[in-house]
């Protein structure tokens, strides 16, 4: 639930905060039936908006300890010399426990290697920068429309873009967006007919 301060109710019983409350009066929210939107706060009747929050239950993984792997002969981690370890890193190779294990792109990571290529830009599923190719083909578009002349070049490059939003629509399974696409790549196809025809109007 959202919460845009403690109620005035919580601060007169010592700033103890004793769950949601009704942002007007301190009164307690029953959160059994609360729905995400306006609520109607029943002692004050004032409205107030509140969306339930239930967090996902923590992942812990199961850690085994090396003195609890028997004498079979259980490798350490090479972080946790009290864990037994689980996997191999497949870039350095260094003996990790279940701690340190990071599965990503099919890969078994320690987390040095795993911070390394992530600051490399090297695990796609790592990036938090995306860019936005469907925004560029139609700014291509409209900028290419304007400058006529440069149509041979900006019409192409307009194309480029297009068929790569359309890529990157596919792989991210993004939905809408298919018009400002078609437009665009109109544009790119009106940029070089528009060029084509000038540079023939010329040659005459």
């Known amino acids: 639930m959202s919460e845009p301060s403690v109620p005035p109710a919580a ?11 009704c942002p ?4 307690a929210v029953d959160l059994t039936f609360l729905e995400p939107g306006e609520q109607i706060c ?3 009747l004032d409205p107030y908006v509140a969306t339930p929050f239930h967090p996902p239950e923590p992942r812990r ?3 085994e300890r090396l003195a609890e792997a028997g004498p079979g002969g259980a490798v350490p981690c090479g972080v946790h010399a009290g864990n037994a370890a689980v996997a191999n890193c497949s ?3 260094v003996f990790m426990c279940s701690l340190c294990r990071i599965e990503i792109d099919g890969q078994e990571l320690c987390p040095s290697c795993f911070d390394r290529l992530s600051s490399e830009g090297v695990l796609s599923s790592a990036r938090n ?11 291509l578009g409209l900028l290419g429309s ?12 307009t194309l480029y873009t297009v068929f790569r939003a359309v890529q990157q629509k596919r792989e991210m399974n993004e939905k809408g967006g298919t018009v400002s696409l078609i437009v665009a790549a109109l ?7 528009l060029s084509i025809a000038m540079i023939v109007g010329m040659a005459e």
């Open 11 to 21: 601060r007169r019983r010592g700033g103890v905060y004793s769950g949601p409350a």
């Open 42 to 44: 029943p002692v004050c």
């Open 129 to 139: 920068r995306v860019r936005d190719y469907r925004g560029l083909s139609l700014s």
């Open 146 to 157: 304007l400058l006529c002349l440069f149509g041979l070049l900006t019409g192409p490059l």
């Open 187 to 193: 544009l790119g196809l009106m940029q070089i007919g």
């Open 91 to 93: 870039r350095c190779g």
């Open 61 to 63: 993984p199961a850690v």
């Open 24 to 27: 007007r009066c301190g009164a």
